[in-house]
């Protein structure tokens, strides 16, 4: 079936370096890639989303990239903040829009030490 | 303003037990999702109402899984003869509706079920 890979599962960086996460998805007809970010005993909230026609979006410090070629879009977060600590999911919607679901990731555990 | 609410947020109940998990959407939004997350999963999509349409139900793992969504508000998840597969923490989210499935979607804080 459709799946939605996540990578790393668990990253550490220290208070002011960069953290990467990656994902890469499996259905073409994908157009639509969110992330959420979920803090130890919340539901997970949206911080960014990126829509097929473009190639990168930014917001502060978070930027997330898409290379629909290669079925990949990543997720970076630039001085990076103790307050960053929680679990990342990636997201891919499945069809295009011509189902309600969004496949997510496994999730990334980032831990950022200060 | 109030976001999504869900109730329990702690269940634990014994294998076979029927149980049924509240969502109360954020007031005004017309759609409102289920889904599960399994420790070390990501989120498992299980159900998708929207305004008085027939909901998407393609995600239920089971027949022993369903939803109601009564005056387009207020959502219950049942889950009948519990299995301990079945624990996991189930997720509300709520959707203005305006955008389908590209909208923002708002989680409640969720239910830990425990089927013991």
């Known amino acids: 079936g459709e799946n939605v890979e996540q990578h790393p599962s668990t990253l550490s960086v220290q208070e002011g370096d960069s953290a990467v996460i990656k994902c890469t998805y499996s259905d073409s007809a994908s157009n639509y890639f969110p992330w959420y970010k979920q803090e130890l005993g919340k539901g997970p909230q949206l911080i960014i989303d990126?829509?097929?026609?473009?190639g990168e979006k930014k917001d502060q410090r978070i930027a997330v990239t898409l290379n629909k070629t290669a079925k990949h879009f990543s997720l970076h977060i630039t001085e990076t903040q103790p307050e960053d600590s929680a679990v990342y999911f990636c997201a891919a919607l499945l069809g295009g829009g011509a189902t309600n679901k969004l496949i997510f990731g496994t999730g990334t555990l980032l831990a950022v030490q200060p | 303003g109030a976001g999504v609410s869900q109730s329990p947020s702690n269940k634990v109940t014994e294998k076979g037990k029927d149980v049924e998990l509240r969502c109360d959407p954020i007031?005004?939004?017309?759609?409102l999702y289920w889904y599960r997350q399994s420790l070390g999963q990501g989120l498992e999509f299980l159900i998708y109402f929207q305004g008085n349409s027939a909901p998407d139900k393609s995600g239920l793992p089971s027949d022993r899984f369903s939803a109601e969504r009564t005056g387009g508000s207020v959502s219950t998840l049942t889950i009948q003869r519990t299995q301990q597969e079945d624990s996991a923490v189930y997720l509300c989210a709520s959707s203005p509706g305006t955008s389908g499935i590209t909208d923002t979607q708002y989680f409640g804080p969720g239910t830990r079920l425990t089927v013991l």
């Open positions: 007031s005004g939004h017309t759609a």
């Open positions: 990126i829509r097929s026609n473009v």
